[in-house]
DNA sequence: CCCCATTTCCGTAGGCCATACGGAAACAAT
DNA sequence: ATTGTTTCCGTATGGCCTACGGAAATGGGG
């Protein structure tokens, strides 16, 4: 399915959910079953458990043993609720301030990276019109004043900026996705590569593939560690070198 | 919604599709109306115009003026359509091996990002467990030749070769976030962005975001150009400097 | 105590989706 | 013309989001 996200829905309402601004006290009326909180909880408790396909209004209300439309109550849609979700698990990277700038970006990114293993569903959440609320505001100013910190230019350092947050979301989002499809196929990855194997015997052509096939001879595919280590140690090499070469960059 | 992808198909079955292997002619029987070709090639167009949400089985079947059923005599599903879909789209890439092994894996980058800029729902597709069909594999076999070429250790190559192309398909694919968005809910960014002006006015914390604040009053954020451009631009700046620092490393 | 404005709850229904099943239709060989 | 084989596709099931409108609960005013 497409990637989830918030649509034309009305900039305030969902700003003020974003920020907790309760509309105001309500001093007359029937009183509220559930609450905002409850509802994006059960919703990320769903996410996590079952995949964001799985998170469906209706579902979420069954959880907290209410009715479907109840929700619309308290929100004002599914893409609403997502990007409420999405900005409360950002919440809990709970970023400290310590070591230079480069430890500080480093921090951020295992962070962010935790972030997307404590809830693979964050893999299908779009990041180019994000939910401004104080989870992604919180994280963007860390990272800016980090890299503020190395003494780039201002220009370069929006430009740093941008390098490093599609750096951090897309690998933490490939790093989960084994992970997230593991848990909604039940199929692990390793069981899926090797049911695979028909390919390398049946379809592998060493001829049209002799850079592969020199590599493989060379055991540089003899590794130990499972896949998602493999994964994991590129991810800190890939964000090494990119701060490398930002470093690099500025003498 | 998720994530698209493959599932627990047959593997022989769809690689069968994938490398166009034909199960043999029927030399009896009612002649089919469409070919598998033809579902791939009007799935795509479907999902070029109006995103892979939209690209249902139904709506291809229409699109081809046959039954919706009709598909299923020809694909297994619509997973491995996806699958298909994917792997056509890749086959564009059109790698041609020239110039030293920094020239090559830009060209590669750049190649690839075309790719997800004529088909923006290359966002929504996974790339973990990858269709093993011959558009990611000439894209893998050209891109670890580049990086054999550059000196590196086998082992360093293969993790140079995760990080590069994680890199690559994270940022192509934040990069065509946006135009996706714009095409599928008919709001381009620069409209979304501007909807949000309230938020500047009445959520943001000027003492909160202290470096955010310095920035724009820096002149950080005051750029010509449009946001696909700055998004761009830094794709260019982060791959220059991930190769950078991989170049660096070897040293 | 009753009434009523106000607010929340939620059943129904419409219009999407993937795909299992099984029969109808088309075709080649006999 | 019959038969075997293959493809086509109508129907049905069970899911999804959410518009609509009425039922139920609540607190205050008479």
Do not use: C
């Not at 920020?19 to 769903?46: H, L, N």
């Amino acid at each position: 399915m497409a990637a989830e996200r918030s649509g034309g829905g009305d900039p305030a309402r969902t700003l003020a959910l974003l920020w907790r601004r309760p509309p105001e006290p309500k001093p007359v009326g029937r009183k509220p079953k559930v609450s905002v909180d409850q509802i994006v909880t059960a919703a990320v408790a769903v996410a996590d458990r079952e995949g964001l396909g799985a998170m469906s209004m209706a579902r979420v209300a069954q959880e907290l043993g209410v009715g479907t439309m109840s929700l619309y109550t308290h929100v004002p849609g599914k893409a609403e609720l997502i990007d409420l979700m999405a900005d409360t698990v950002l919440q809990e990277r709970d970023l400290t301030p310590e070591g230079g700038w480069r430890e500080r970006v480093k921090h951020y990114a295992d962070r962010t990276r935790a972030v997307y293993q404590a809830h693979p569903w964050m893999r299908d959440v779009s990041m180019v019109r994000p939910p401004l609320g104080p989870g992604l505001m919180d994280g963007q100013e860390f990272v800016l004043a980090a890299l503020a910190d190395s003494g780039l230019e201002p220009r370069q350092v929006t430009v740093a900026h941008v390098a490093v947050e599609g750096f951090v979301h897309g690998a933490a989002a490939s790093e989960v996705d084994d992970q997230q499809l593991a848990a909604t196929t039940g199929e692990s990855g390793d069981s899926w590569w090797g049911a695979r194997q028909v390919f390398w015997d049946d379809y592998f052509d060493v001829e049209r593939y002799p850079a592969m096939t020199a590599l493989w001879n060379a055991g540089a595919y003899d590794t130990e560690g499972t896949l998602a280590d493999t994964i994991t140690s590129s991810f800190d090499y890939g964000l090494d070198k990119l701060l490398d070469g930002i470093e690099g960059g500025m003498r």
